[in-house]
């Protein structure tokens, strides 16, 4: 059995709810034309006037668009050594935003440096980073060997000593700000 009192009340109440926030809302309107404020008309006003047409704007209503964002896949990253040319690295494994993709060890762009110098990687874009590691394998064997630690860091720069006399595999993972996604760049590191 239904209780048709009760469903009658509550419409009621809806009813009376809708009512006084359509009052608020017109009595709103008043209040702004009372204190020099331009009125604002109605909505009912607005469609049951056919001549009523919207005012230009004078300018689009655009969300800015940052920089990375922008991008299709991480920024290229060089590294370099004091007084040296930048070498661009070999983008490896990535996501970015909502995209990404995978790809095994690889032996990188060739750079010569002195024993102990100081590598200093640099990105194309201004994009912040939280974190990175740097790690190296033997050029001989990269896909077989177990990567060594050469550094790892918050934020930048991103910088690491050389490794020892040699021919290396050298891989720095960045982990970039806004959850933007992480990214993996290669070397061949020819150390004199």
Not at 25 to 44: D, K
Request: hydrophobic share 40%; charged share 10%; with cysteine.
């Amino acid at each position: 059995m239904t209780n048709l009192p009760a469903r009658r009340r509550l419409s009621q109440a809806a009813l009376l709810a809708t009512g006084l926030l359509l009052a608020a809302c017109s009595s709103a309107g008043s209040i702004a034309s009372s204190q020099g404020s331009p009125a604002i008309p109605s909505a009912s006003a607005v469609l049951s006037d056919p001549t009523t047409e919207a005012a230009p704007s004078s300018s689009p209503m655009l969300e800015p668009v940052s920089p990375e964002a922008s991008l299709p896949q991480p920024p290229a990253a060089s590294i370099s050594v004091e007084g040296g040319d930048a070498v661009v690295g070999e983008l490896g494994s990535f996501t970015w935003q909502n995209s990404g993709s995978d790809s095994p060890w690889l032996d990188g762009n060739p750079i010569r440096v002195g024993t102990g110098e100081s590598l200093t990687l640099t990105l194309s874009e201004p994009v912040g980073i939280v974190s990175w590691t740097a790690t190296l394998v033997p050029q001989s064997d990269p896909a077989s060997a177990t990567p060594v630690g050469l550094g790892e860091g918050t934020g930048e720069p991103v910088a690491f000593a050389a490794p020892p006399a040699g021919s290396w595999s050298v891989n720095v993972n960045v982990w970039f700000v806004d959850n933007l996604g992480a990214a993996s760049y290669y070397w061949r590191v020819e150390v004199d």
